[in-house]
């Protein structure tokens, strides 16, 4: 008998030791259900870009591992692409998948509330867009469905990624509202500091808005005025001496574009975000930079960074003679550009 107390008791004790493991990490069991022969199935953690791939026996598939932080991990087989995925966190989490449309797509979930909610959200969005509404009004209920959520859910890293992922539906002024009501913890973290920077930035750039007029130095240090241009279209280029996809853009793109541009139609000038002239004159002669060049030297605490909460370099904005915006990306700048 004691023996058999014995074998027991440390049965007991290393169950407890792997529910503990466990409790440290994830556990992601999948399930396909309907007709499927796959044979291998892959798990995408996109905050790490990390793949593992492991076998499909039975149609059932298990991934364990730990997270930093919960994020949307995605899941594929070798026949069927990642779809909507599942909401990853250091919990046992159970999914079933069904191949849509060569997609892998989750259809039932259980584990924590977020992971559920997450799929829960996703079906009541794709939903509204379903229904006979007017964008607007689609959007309209998008932005209070998410807003509830957040406001009933404040300390939840699930509601900050659901602004995060649905600001162009929800809009800057919202998007940044929300993030307000986020608990102080959220709200500090380096992620969400990130986007206030950015939905600042789309505030103060926003689509019809109309810019301040604003003047800055030439490479001479002599002040030259910017908006107004007294030209139908103005296009500003943002960059700075540091920034490699900037100096991209320099040389690959607008040289051509300002070779090809009608000057009487269109003013292209360059701001740069430098704080040290020498580089900044250098990477003009480099980039072989022929149009007019500007900057104050003082990086992202300038007047007119602050104006237009610059917070990161490239940018481009397009405005017309009432320095009203009409872009602000390069891409679009260039096709409305093309369209005059």
């Known amino acids: 008998m004691d023996l058999i107390k014995t074998h027991l008791t440390l049965l007991l004790i290393g169950l407890s030791l792997v529910s503990q493991g466990q409790n440290k990490g994830f556990v992601l069991i999948g399930r396909i259900v309907g007709d499927d022969v796959s044979q291998k199935a892959t798990l995408y953690q996109r905050d790490i870009q990390r793949f593992d791939t492991t076998l499909i026996s039975a149609k059932q598939f298990t991934f364990t591992g730990k997270v930093d932080h919960p994020y949307i991990a995605t899941v594929g087989t070798n026949i069927a692409r990642q779809g909507r995925g599942v909401w990853l966190s250091n919990d046992t989490i159970r999914a079933s998948f069904k191949i849509d449309g060569g997609y892998l797509q989750p259809i039932e979930v259980s584990g924590p509330p977020e992971t559920v909610d997450y799929l829960t959200n996703i079906d009541q969005i794709n939903a509204i867009y379903t229904f006979t509404l007017s964008r607007a009004q ?57 986007l206030k920077k950015q939905l600042l930035n789309e505030e103060a750039t926003a689509l019809d808005k109309t810019l301040v007029g604003f003047s800055l130095p030439d490479t001479n240090g002599v002040l030259q005025r910017i908006l107004p241009s007294g030209k139908p279209y103005t296009l500003l280029s943002f960059w700075a001496s540091w920034c490699a996809p900037c100096r991209i853009h320099n040389r690959r793109d607008l040289v051509k574009l300002y070779q090809r541009l009608d000057h009487n139609q269109v003013e292209l000038i360059s701001i740069s975000l430098d704080d040290d002239r020498a580089a900044w004159v250098s990477a003009i002669a480099k980039d072989g930079l022929t149009w007019p060049q500007r900057s104050d030297l003082n990086y992202l605490s300038g007047p007119t960074a602050k104006q237009l909460a610059l917070y990161s370099v490239p940018q481009f904005i397009l405005v017309d003679g009432s320095n009203k915006v009409l872009a602000t990306n390069l891409d679009s700048a260039i096709r409305l550009i093309d369209k005059r």
């Open 138 to 194: 689609k959007n309209q209920q998008v932005s209070d469905l998410i807003s509830q959520y957040v406001l009933d859910h404040p300390t939840s890293s699930y509601s900050f990624f659901l602004v995060r992922m649905n600001t162009e539906t929800l809009g800057a002024s919202l998007s940044r509202d929300l993030v307000t009501k986020l608990s102080p913890a959220l709200q500090e973290s380096k992620d969400a500091q990130n």
